[in-house]
């Protein structure tokens, strides 16, 4: 008698420590966020930074929930693992977050 194979274990774990690293720049992003609504003038630039930020951890906590789901329904059934479309989100949002904070700084 056979048992089911269920998946290799480390493939679990490793979608697992994937999904962590998302939750955990998450919390920086709002951390970050916190930080600028603050400590940093009201000005229109802070504000913006700041709403920035807090839009980005959104993306990274979801996204990186979405992943994890996929991933790990495609390690359960076998499958490769799908394209994720969040590092290229969280991409752009740091390159958008790179020059709010030039502008703030200028501004």
Do not use: C, K
Not at 23 to 49: C, K
Request: hydrophobic share 55%; net charge positive.
């Amino acid at each position: 008698m056979s048992t089911p194979e269920g998946p290799d274990v480390r493939f679990s774990l490793a979608n697992e420590r994937t999904f962590l690293a998302y939750e955990r720049t998450a919390v920086g992003l709002v951390a970050a966020a916190l930080a600028v609504f603050h400590l940093l003038d009201p000005s229109w630039s802070q504000r913006l930074l700041g709403m920035l930020l807090v839009a980005s951890a959104l993306v990274a906590a979801g996204g990186g929930w979405l992943r994890f789901r996929q991933a790990d329904r495609a390690i359960r059934e076998g499958r490769e693992l799908p394209v994720g479309r969040t590092v290229h989100v969280l991409a752009f949002a740091v390159v958008a977050l790179i020059v709010v904070a030039g502008i703030s700084v200028v501004v």
